[in-house]
């Protein structure tokens, strides 16, 4: 299965993007900390070489190691040290990771909408963290073509690529195999789905839905918290 994902409206995302970068002061590039490597949008040099750029680690709930996540407020005040009127910052990452839940919390409410789902934000919403910050909350974009197809299996494990587009069954039983690479104990397709029960009538293996427990498993932690960029040291 060869992935890749670059529907139209991430062109033109990638558009307003390079427009809106004259009005803004730092950018936010928020990285998922299971596979920050893997989500590094080459597709975003073009901007992160313009502007102060401070990376926040998401979802270090999820990785193994203590995880490290910035204080924005606390970056923004080294890079701005003199008191600034307002202070624009726009948010930027693939999708799915975790740039509205981010700001969400460094506004104290829910002013952006999120969800498991990528491709949730599709336009460019202003939100007022408080009276100094403002946040520029943009579409999660991919990059036109995903060359390195590991790279592109970790963005789908944690939910990056929409699950609609792929064959899911072979991108779990992939998942498992990975898996086993990175340390956990080995388990195959159909023993994970006949020990919850996934079957059709005549006891076939009900693949659909043993393959969607698979990631939700995953992406929930329940399988362990893996470095997923560790896969793409072995196939470099």
């Known amino acids: 299965m060869i992935i890749n ?51 926040f680690h998401s979802k270090t709930d999820l990785a193994p190691g203590t995880g490290h996540r910035n204080d924005i ?17 726009m948010v930027i990452g693939v999708p799915n990771s975790g740039k509205s839940t981010l700001i969400n919390k460094l506004a104290n409410k829910k002013k952006t909408l999120t969800g498991d789902k990528p491709g949730i934000t599709r336009t460019k919403q202003w939100v007022t963290a408080d009276d100094h910050l403002w946040l520029m909350d943009t579409p999660g974009i991919l990059w036109p073509k995903l ?3 590991q790279i592109a299996r970790n963005l789908a494990y944690i ?12 991108l779990s039983k992939q998942l498992l195999a990975d898996l086993t690479i990175l340390g956990h104990p080995a388990i195959s397709f159909e023993d ?16 659909e ?3 969607k427990a698979i990631l939700l498993d995953f992406r929930h932690g ?10 793409i040291d072995n196939t470099e």
Not at 78 to 88: D, S
Not at 159 to 167: A, V
Not at 222 to 231: A, P, R, S, V
């Open 5 to 55: 994902w670059f529907p139209g409206h991430m062109t033109s995302s990638l558009r307003m993007l390079e427009k809106q970068i004259s009005q803004v002061d730092v950018i936010i590039y928020v990285l998922d900390a299971r596979c920050m490597k893997s989500c590094l949008n080459p597709e975003f040099q073009k901007f992160t070489q313009r502007k102060p750029v401070i990376f």
């Open 73 to 89: 407020v606390a970056e923004i005040k080294k890079l701005f040290p003199v008191p600034k009127k307002m202070v624009r910052a």
């Open 147 to 149: 060359e390195n197809q």
């Open 159 to 170: 939910g990056t690529i929409k699950d609609d587009i792929l064959d899911i069954v072979e």
């Open 192 to 207: 994970f789905g006949r020990k919850r029960g996934y079957l059709l009538k005549g006891g076939i293996l009900d693949e």
């Open 209 to 211: 839905r043993c393959a």
């Open 222 to 231: 329940k399988m362990g918290k893996y470095n997923l960029d560790e896969l």
